[in-house]
Nanobody, 123 residues
Framework: QVQLVESGGGLVQAGGSLRLSCAAS????????MGWYRQAPGKQRELVAQ???????NYADSVKGRFTISRDDAKNTAYLQMNNLKPEDTAVYYC?????????????????WGQGTQVTVSS
C-alpha cells in the first residue's frame, strides 16, 4: 500500500558528501517516523538516523556531527545529508517509514522499507 523509493547513493571518496532521498507514495493518511538504516556486508542492519513527525531527530553515535536527517511532509520525502564520509560508512542504506494508510475510509497502521541504495566510500 505504501512504497518507498530511495535515490542518491553512489561512489564517493573519503571526505566527500552524498544526499539520499526517500519518497513515499501510496494511500498515505499520515506519516509518523521516517528513518535511515544501513547494512554493511557481514553485519546487522543498524539505525543511522530517525526523524519524528514533530521533527525530533536521533542519530547513531558514529554519524553525529556528519549526517543530517530532514523531511518535507508536503512531498512525503525524507533526506539524509551525509558529509565527511568515511570508508566505514560503506553500506546499503535503507529508508523506513511508518504511519497510517487510508483506503475507502478505512484506516490502518503501516510500516514500510525501501529497496535500498548502495553507498560506497573509497579511501
Amino acid at each position: 500500500q505504501v512504497q518507498l523509493v530511495e535515490s542518491g547513493g553512489g561512489l564517493v571518496q573519503a571526505g566527500g558528501s552524498l544526499r539520499l532521498s526517500c519518497a513515499a507514495s501510496g494511500s498515505i493518511f499520515s506519516l509518523n517516523a521516517m528513518g535511515w538504516y544501513r547494512q554493511a556486508p557481514g553485519k546487522q542492519r543498524e539505525l543511522v538516523a530517525q526523524i519524528t513527525s514533530e521533527g525530533k531527530t536521533n542519530y547513531a553515535d558514529s554519524v553525529k556531527g556528519r549526517f543530517t536527517i530532514s523531511r518535507d511532509d508536503a512531498k512525503n520525502t525524507a533526506y539524509l545529508q551525509m558529509n565527511n564520509l568515511k570508508p566505514e560508512d560503506t553500506a546499503v542504506y535503507y529508508c523506513y517509514a511508518d504511519g497510517t494508510i487510508a483506503v475507502h475510509w478505512n484506516y490502518a497502521p503501516f510500516g514500510s522499507w525501501g529497496q535500498g541504495t548502495q553507498v560506497t566510500v573509497s579511501s
